[in-house]
């Protein structure tokens, strides 16, 4: 029997009409319209379409959202006195700097300049270490769509076996901590790996994110897996447009897995739909 699909079109929708009505009680009952706070650096097409995005879910949603366009020469001082005003603002709940930054800019120095509580991308050093903890902690968006995705197959986790191939800071490393966090037992796959396949096989769950096309085949799966799909390449076609797919071989899969995250709609739709939970968060712990 084929694999079910787990729509992220119709649970990111799901998700964000909770926050659009958590933000009308929020503005109702305490006057306060939660805010987020986006910085671009340069005119990456594809983070410029990123952050559009963002923009117009944030809208939306019923908050308000900033957005700072800063060219791709500007110096770190004004990056740095941009967070400062940014963390200083009572309007801003959360900030987000969207990355790749251009070279020249030290990405590291301008995430832990960021003001932790308002952090909504999870990447404070401040907060990796409290998810690393078992502590609560804002947490990066995309493994948090994750976890969400996975939970509209299995209500426990408890117990399951994962694999998360990849280990980036943005995804893979945090994915883990959240798998921990709902007593799966985890293993961390990377590119020097060996025998992948073979420790694949062994997974109830599989989180591919590697950013390496079709990678993982459909018999690299243990049948009825829930095989969580975070790639996203995009590849040329034969007339001349592009199209974008996943790290897993996604027709393979469909025919050993019990459920598969297509790309596009799965994963995706979720990071944007995790970044307004995140906000809504920080603006409730921010203002007590
Ligand atoms: N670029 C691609 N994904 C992300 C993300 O989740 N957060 C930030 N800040 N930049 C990104």
Not at 41 to 66: I, L, W
Not at 230 to 235: A, E, K, L, P
Not at 242 to 267: H, K, N, S, W, Y
Request: charged fraction near 20%; proline fraction near 5%.
């Amino acid at each position: 029997m084929a694999a079910s699909i787990i729509d992220g079109k119709v649970i990111a929708a799901d998700l964000r009409a909770q926050v659009a009505g958590e933000v009308t009680r929020m503005k109702r009952d305490h006057g306060l319209t939660p805010g987020l706070a986006v910085v671009l650096v340069g005119n990456d097409p594809a983070s410029e379409v990123y952050v559009r995005s963002k923009h117009k879910q944030t809208q939306a949603a019923g908050m308000a959202s900033f957005e700072h366009m800063l060219p791709a020469d500007v110096v770190q001082a004004d990056v740095l006195a941009l967070i400062a005003e940014l963390n200083a603002d009572a309007a801003v709940h959360g900030i987000l700097v969207q990355l790749p930054l251009p070279k020249g800019l030290d990405t590291e120095a301008i995430i832990a300049a960021i003001d932790p509580a308002k952090d909504v991308d999870g990447l404070h050093p401040y907060n990796a270490g409290r998810l690393a903890g078992g502590l609560s902690a804002l947490s990066p968006c995309t493994p948090l769509g994750c976890i969400i995705l996975t939970k509209s197959v299995h209500s426990s986790l408890e117990g399951l076996d994962a694999i998360v191939i990849g280990r980036s800071n943005l995804v893979g490393r945090p994915l883990v901590q959240l798998l921990l966090n709902e007593n799966a037992t985890v293993t961390i796959a990377h590119s020097r790996s060996r025998n992948l396949p073979e420790l694949c096989r062994r997974a109830d769950l599989v989180y591919a994110a590697v950013g390496k096309a079709e990678m993982v085949r459909g018999d690299w799966l243990k049948p009825g897996a829930t095989v969580i799909d975070v790639g996203i390449t995009r590849v040329p076609t034969t007339d001349g447009k592009t199209r974008l797919i996943g790290d897993v071989a996604f027709d393979e899969a469909m025919q050993v897995a019990g459920a598969v995250t297509p790309v596009p709609g799965g994963v995706g739709q979720m990071t944007v739909a995790c970044l307004l939970v995140n906000t809504l968060r920080a603006a409730c712990a921010i203002s007590g």
